[in-house]
């Protein structure tokens, strides 16, 4: 085939297509619409009932009132059973996620190097540590931590001075 022949031939695919598209694209008659009803009950003629008058259907006495023709009958209904759930449980601090990893003494002021998460943090007593944990105190062995959102002690031992 040569480049001539090819060049004729995209030219009819081409004017074809064309032609396909404006076609398709008339508008001289009106959509068909199918209109589609699921799960829709039949409805029930009108004449059948009266208006403000609706059938009740016939069941024997005895499945009415559950079989038992002594049960009171009093116009108000039984009240349900009132059920009681436990309260919920007061919030709670996460677990402290600091590790010791060593303390520096100058004179009467202690700082301690603090493990938090991946960062390395040097803490002395009343500093505040990432706006979520205050060092409080340290007592025989112990860092006292308050966690802030919701002022919790929590505790750390970490042993005497050696």
């Known amino acids: 085939m040569t480049a001539r022949q090819r060049l004729a031939l995209l030219l009819i695919a081409l004017a074809g297509a064309t032609a396909l598209t404006w ?9 068909a619409l199918a209109v589609v009803r699921r799960n829709v009950a039949p409805a029930a003629p009108a004449a ?3 208006p403000g008058k609706a059938l009740a259907v016939l069941q024997p006495r005895g499945r009415l009132d559950g079989g038992n023709p002594f049960r009171s009958a009093g116009w108000e209904p039984t009240p349900a059973p009132a059920t009681l759930l436990p309260p919920p449980a007061p919030p709670q601090a996460p677990p402290l996620p600091f590790r010791l990893l060593g303390r520096y ?3 009467e002021r202690q700082s301690f190097f ?7 943090v040097v803490a002395t007593v009343g500093d505040v540590i990432d ?5 409080v105190s340290f007592e025989q062995g112990v860092l006292n931590f308050n966690y802030l959102p919701l002022d919790i002690d929590q505790t ?7």
């Open 23 to 31: 076609w398709s694209g008339r508008t001289d008659e009106a959509p």
């Open 48 to 50: 059948a009932t009266p």
């Open 105 to 107: 003494v100058d004179g």
């Open 114 to 120: 603090l493990q938090y998460g991946e960062r390395n």
């Open 131 to 135: 706006e979520t944990y205050r060092l």
């Open 156 to 162: 750390l031992a970490v042993g005497e001075q050696n």
